[in-house]
């Protein structure tokens, strides 16, 4: 690696966070009412555009374009799972979630459960997701920051990481108010304007690379080209199904994505949003595949033949890099640069706040002091947040995967625990307390049994790809409620004519 | 719940909730609808792989013999493009279908 510090970049990146900060500061007067909650006159679309500027993190802005450029058309898998799980979001749950009326998971489930010992563990299911999430963010973090001084993955993490803290530190010292729209409209714009320039170095179609990039794909010598448009080269029909369903049903149970049915006035606006919001995650993710391919015309034209160990190591980069490799302006690569750490750092701080709420409230107010202050718990909370911090930067220093890989593990423990206490939480009344501890203890075993056992049983992981273990997992953790809500004496009258009256009432 | 839809709704004592023995009335055709989408959803999504699985097992015969659109192999365009196109048509009609039932009930009541 070239050891030169990238200027362009750097200057550019700390004036897109002062700017931000200012554009913060300045709008924070005008929603000093009702901090957080959205007027009511807000349109469908910008509900939309707030639902995928909170969606879109370094995994759809840089991972997925790595696993493309590595893996063809089995990155589409990662692609339908991230937006068809909004299908499934919409129609199995999002207004009746939103008609019982509990903002967080751990929330819903003491509420439906009526169990503290359940409303414990999903915390810390809630809590271990945002971890595994904040991993893979910190992952392209330390990556952009790495290409963007030239110096090596750790330093440059622990800097990335310093320097994320002290903007999240000042905006949250000025209470800073986010524009998830405007956060949308930079994301995309730092996305697609550098690939259209992209494929008109290149001699595509740049009016619509996200059409262009199918013809440059089979102008590359036959054997690449097949390799990767043909779907099965890197990997089987099944680890392609239980992949993308995986990444279905995760998304339908991820705490943060939920949580986005509450910040709109009401359930009709919520659900039309969710129309826009895919549509506009659509647009980054029609895309994305497109850097991958170009980057392999780079590669073909100039003659550079890759190890799969650079490969593999370029991957998560690979968008930032295809641009360099053309010779883009320094500016147009800079964009791509800012645009991926901006990515993670929004998702940084919800996942950081949803956990750190998770702890301060679900974990030590509940079980170590209930008599705490709020000031008190905000402290723990701040307390929680560092620590929560720290241990994901432990964690990280050796990544242990691609950005999109290290996500989806988050996508599989949201989907064999949360995902199955939702769905039968609203849609059986008879589901209990004992069914949903049961059934999140089997579901936290199917998850992290691949990645703990999978050297000494190298089957399990066959059967149980780490990324891929909802695809069995969600229907047994079903199947595991059922069976021990059957067991045991049903939930009190209350709830369940809650159920009734509430949940499934028009 | 008011008194006018009393036919409508099941007895007060019966609390029973489930996904495959739905409600009369409101939640019946809730659920009905959820169905339509979800098979939808699930047919186009998992069927496609399925299919390709099933008569896709050579790479040269299959990007030979497999008919293009906009220059590429379809199936690779239905994944890529098609299928989240799908979806957010899917998110729609829900929607529509959603927003007729809810209208259609509280006109009633």
């Known amino acids: 690696m070239e050891q030169s510090i990238r200027y362009t970049p750097f200057f550019m990146l700390c004036g897109v966070l002062i700017v931000s900060l200012i554009v913060g500061l300045l709008s924070r007067r005008h929603d000093r009412g009702g901090y957080g909650v959205q007027v009511r006159s807000i349109g469908h679309a910008s509900i939309g555009a707030a639902i995928a500027s909170n969606w879109m993190s370094a995994a759809s802005f840089l991972g997925i374009a790595g696993v493309f450029f590595l893996n063809g058309y089995f990155a589409f898998a990662y692609i339908l799972g991230w937006t068809g799980g909004y299908v499934l979001l919409l129609v199995l749950m999002g207004s009746q979630i939103r008609r019982f009326g509990k903002y967080t998971a751990p929330d819903f489930v003491e509420a439906r459960y009526d169990s503290s010992v359940a409303r414990v563990f999903s915390a810390v299911i809630a809590i271990v997701i945002s971890l595994i999430y904040c991993v893979a963010q910190y992952k392209g973090i330390g990556m952009v920051f790495a290409w963007m001084f030239g110096i090596d993955y750790t330093q440059a993490l622990v800097f990335g990481v310093l320097i994320t803290f002290a903007y999240l530190m000042v905006a949250g010292g000025l209470k800073a108010a986010r524009n998830p729209q405007m956060h949308y409209l930079v ?8 690939l259209m320039l992209i494929a008109k170095k290149l001699g ?10 199918g013809r440059a794909l089979r102008e590359l010598p036959e054997q690449v080209s097949n390799a990767y448009l043909f779907p099965w080269t890197f990997g089987s029909p099944y680890e392609w199904i239980a992949l993308c369903f995986t990444l279905m049903v995760g998304t339908a149970g991820l705490p943060h994505v939920l949580s986005r049915f509450y910040t709109v006035p009401n359930n009709r606006d919520a659900r039309w949003g969710v129309v826009w919001g895919l549509f506009f995650i659509g647009l980054l993710y029609w895309s994305a595949p497109a850097f991958g391919a170009f980057a392999h015309t780079w590669l073909t034209n100039s003659g550079t033949v890759l190890t799969p160990a650079e490969a593999q190591a370029l991957a998560d980069i690979i968008v930032i890099k295809t641009a360099e490799w053309v010779g883009l302006n320094e500016i147009f690569i800079s964009i791509l640069a800012i645009g991926g750490v901006l990515a993670a750092i929004s998702t940084i701080t919800g996942l950081l706040v949803t ?13 170590i002091n209930p008599k705490a202050t709020e000031s008190h718990l905000l402290i723990v909370a701040k307390g929680a947040t560092l620590v929560l911090a720290l241990l994901v930067l432990v964690i990280a220093v050796n990544p242990p995967g691609l950005i999109a890989q290290i996500t989806a593990v988050a996508f599989a423990l949201a989907g064999n625990t949360l995902f199955p206490v939702f769905l039968l939480g609203i849609w059986w009344d008879r589901a209990n307390k004992h069914g949903a501890i049961a059934g999140m203890t089997v579901g936290t075993i199917i998850t992290f049994a691949p990645i703990l056992l999978g050297n000494m049983i190298p089957m399990l992981r066959t059967i149980l790809p780490p990324t891929s273990s909802a695809l069995i997992g969600a229907p047994v953790v079903i199947l595991t409620m059922i069976i021990v809500s059957r067991l045991t004496p049903p939930p009190p009258e209350h709830l369940r004519r809650f159920l009734v009256e509430k949940v499934h009432s028009p | 719940m008011s008194q006018t839809n009393e036919q409508d709704s099941p007895s007060r004592k019966d609390l029973r909730i489930n996904f495959f023995r739905p409600r009369p009335g409101f939640m019946r055709k809730e659920v009905t609808i959820i169905w339509i989408t979800l098979t939808a959803w699930a047919v186009m999504t ?15 015969r299959t990007l030979a013999e497999a008919p293009y659109i906009f220059g590429i192999p379809a199936y690779f365009w239905f994944s890529g493009q098609f299928l989240i196109l799908w979806f957010i048509f899917l998110c729609f009609i829900f929607n529509v279908l959603i927003d007729w039932l809810s209208s259609s009930y509280r006109r009633r009541r």
């Open chain 1, 204 to 213: 595509y179609n740049w009016l619509v690379p996200q059409f262009s990039y």
């Open chain 2, 46 to 60: 998992f069927g496609m792989p399925i299919h390709l699985a099933l008569t896709h097992s050579d790479p040269t």
């Open chain 1, 187 to 194: 994301i995309i714009i730092a996305f697609v304007v550098p």
């Open chain 1, 355 to 367: 956990g750190a709420g998770a702890i301060a409230y679900d974990i030590y107010y509940r079980l």
